[in-house]
């Protein structure tokens, strides 16, 4: 029996366990990459480990997100993590430089690789046939510490692709037709990989787009074989020397089939709030809209950006419409500004933005009360802009660019009388990497600069035989990283632990800190009573730092999302789920809890909660692997690596 592509990468890179679904495995990780809002965290992780080096292939830190720098602390983080990188042996991409996702997939990526990033969309680089996870900045720091990754060994999804896309229909509405049928949860520890003759007529920017929001299906990572578009891309990048061939065998044998017809789609948008909320552009047109951004990790490549210059050229943004555009990279904006996009583009009004991933992450650019946006990003949750009013629409940069002239939606396949855009691959790319910093290669030691917001990581305490809590805090469904941690104005705190755990659930509920706070401090643990889809978004593991600081001992959840999961044990807050979803409901804000002896139980995988103050028995599930548990027991991964049981 032959083997799926994802089959051959991790087996390649088997270190623990065997490649069945279901199972734990652990893996080798080539390459690591961090960006500046995880990155601090992640580093100082790694030094408390104590060593002097990196130990895994590369890594590189990127800063992208906080580039807004109001105030000392995200300069001073800056600083902290070009010395941290100059001191381990860590390539630093300074500020300007571009997104991570992006600058990684040009300048580094390369087939059968494996990159573990402590971002979300890492899963980016499955477009050069990379098996590309995001994970917790923890996770980060024990494979560049040269540990395993640690993961079940996922279900593989064949997407197969057949027919070619029409004329203004993209990569971004296939990711979206993708959502449409998969949704955004129930695809936990399942990669989707792609094949079929339609995967030939997409470039590597396309299948990068693609994998990028697969990571909004919540699955572990997505792919596409390499083969004579990797090689092109490859070659323009004067990377020939990365390519390798990659494919599936002819007689693979996948756990699910999902089949799509690029002929046949139309393009999509994705409605608030959620990447899954999907209908047709055409039920919209002619719906006003207050603001155009085009841009982020999904649609900031050269050819997307060159469709938008080359739509754009000759007409002006509608008097009502801001239009914001943020090429990926600082590759792509030097090819831009070459050939004469770039003059197009503020010709016809559109604002230049700088090339980080600010309007995406709430950093910049958030829209007027109750404003509706047109985005080419990856997520639209509800608040995630900065205006909790803010209708945001995901769309490919086709259609953003028409909207923008109209002032409208508009449907790219109606009578809109501006013509299509015929852009291809470019032979040869510009390439400067001046704006990377490599470490010394004597590898000489360099002083760590530390501002007065670096704080040390803090540390969890063992599990106590028995857990006694209060629900400190109860929500509903798809509860995202981001109402957990805010980022935007919020974001510049992660390097400091107490002060950023003040703004733990502040789009719900902003009393919760000092609640928390009062119980731990009371001696009285905290316990997250939350739906389905708890922690879905982001890998922020800040999202589980900042509650473990308060005090949390226990989400108990109708689901949780596999990287939130992770996070939570990998700082030794129990992730439990209910055996009866409707249980869910008999459990109150404010409810007294006990689990006896839960040491013994969650070895088990079955834990037993008493809500005292209902009178009532809830049946919960442990759904952790045994090196989970162990974190669990020792109060997290810290802990373990330090031999604390």
């Known amino acids: 029996m032959g083997k799926t592509l994802t089959e051959k990468i991790l087996s390649s890179h088997l270190e623990e366990g065997c490649i069945e679904a279901g199972k734990p495995i652990g893996i080798h990780i080539d390459q690591t990459l961090t960006q500046d809002a995880t990155g601090t965290m992640a580093y100082l992780q790694f030094e408390s480990m104590g060593l002097d080096r990196i130990k895994n292939e590369l890594a590189v830190s990127y800063v992208d997100h906080n580039t807004v720098q109001v105030g000392f602390e995200n300069a001073d983080d800056h600083r902290y993590l070009q010395s941290v990188a100059a001191s381990k042996g860590i390539v630093f991409s300074r500020a300007g430089n571009g997104i991570c996702h992006q600058v990684h997939l040009e300048r580094f990526g390369a087939p059968g690789k494996t990159l573990l990033g402590s971002d979300s969309h890492t899963p980016t680089g499955g477009g050069l046939a990379m098996i590309a996870i995001g994970a917790g900045g923890l996770d980060v720091a024990v494979a560049m510490a040269g540990g395993p990754f640690h993961i079940i060994s996922p279900k593989v999804v064949e997407i197969r692709l057949s027919g070619k896309l029409r004329p203004w229909v993209s990569a971004k509405d296939v990711i979206l037709a993708v959502l449409e049928h998969f949704t955004v949860k129930g695809n936990v520890n399942c990669v989707f990989e792609y094949t079929g003759e339609g995967v030939k007529t997409l470039q590597v920017t396309d299948r990068a787009t693609i994998c990028n929001m697969g990571a909004e299906c919540g699955v572990t990572t997505s792919l596409f074989p390499s083969d004579e578009n990797t090689l092109a891309f490859l070659q323009a990048q004067g990377r020939a020397q990365d390519y390798v061939p990659l494919l599936a065998d002819s007689d693979a044998v996948y756990d699910q089939l999902f089949e799509l017809d690029l002929s046949v789609l139309e393009p999509l948008c994705a409605c608030p709030h959620s990447p899954g909320n999907i209908a047709r552009m055409k039920d919209f047109a002619g719906k006003k809209i207050d603001q155009v951004l085009i841009g982020s990790c999904t649609n900031s490549s050269y050819t997307d950006m060159k469709k938008v210059a080359d739509i754009l050229d000759g007409h002006t943004v509608s008097e009502h419409v801001s239009l914001g555009i943020a090429p990926g990279s600082r590759e792509v904006l030097l090819m831009l500004a070459s050939d004469g996009s770039l003059a197009k583009m503020i010709a016809s009004g559109a604002r230049i933005l700088e090339s980080a991933c600010g309007f995406c992450i709430g950093n910049h650019q958030s829209p007027n ?229 839960i040491v013994s139980q969650i070895s088990t995988g079955t834990v037993v909660l008493t809500d005292k103050t209902a009178n009532l028995a809830f049946s919960l599930d442990c759904h952790c692997t045994e090196d989970q548990k162990e974190m669990l027991l020792a109060g997290g991964l810290l802990n373990v690596l330090k031999g604390e049981k």
């Open 369 to 597: 009360t109750n404003g509706i946006s047109l985005r080419t990003s990856n997520r639209n949750f509800e608040g995630r802009s900065g205006t909790k009013s803010g209708q945001l629409y995901l769309v490919s940069p086709e259609s953003a660019a028409l909207s923008a002239i109209a002032g409208t939606f508009v449907d790219p396949l109606g009578n809109h009388g501006i013509a299509y855009p015929q852009v291809s691959m470019p032979e040869k790319f510009i390439i400067d990497d001046r704006m990377f910093i490599f470490p010394p290669l004597d590898g000489s030691q360099v002083e760590i600069v530390r501002g007065p917001n670096i704080g040390n990581p803090p540390i969890n305490t063992p599990l106590a035989k028995n857990l006694k809590g209060v629900v400190a805090i109860k929500v509903g469904d798809k509860i995202t990283t981001d109402h957990i941690m805010p980022a935007g104005a919020r974001l510049k705190y992660r390097s400091n632990i107490p002060e950023y755990s003040k703004y733990v659930f502040e789009p719900v509920d902003p009393l919760f800190p000092a609640r928390a706070a009062k119980n731990r401090d009371a001696g009285v643990g905290n316990v997250i009573v939350a739906g389905a889809s708890y922690g879905q978004g982001s890998s922020r593991e800040h999202a589980a730092i900042c509650p473990m600081f308060l005090g949390v001992k226990a989400v108990v959840a109708i689901s949780i999302e596999r990287i939130h999961q992770n996070n939570l044990c990998n700082f030794g807050i129990v992730p439990l789920t209910f055996k009866d979803e409707k249980d869910y409901l008999r459990i109150s804000e404010g409810d007294e809890l006990v689990i006896d002896d």
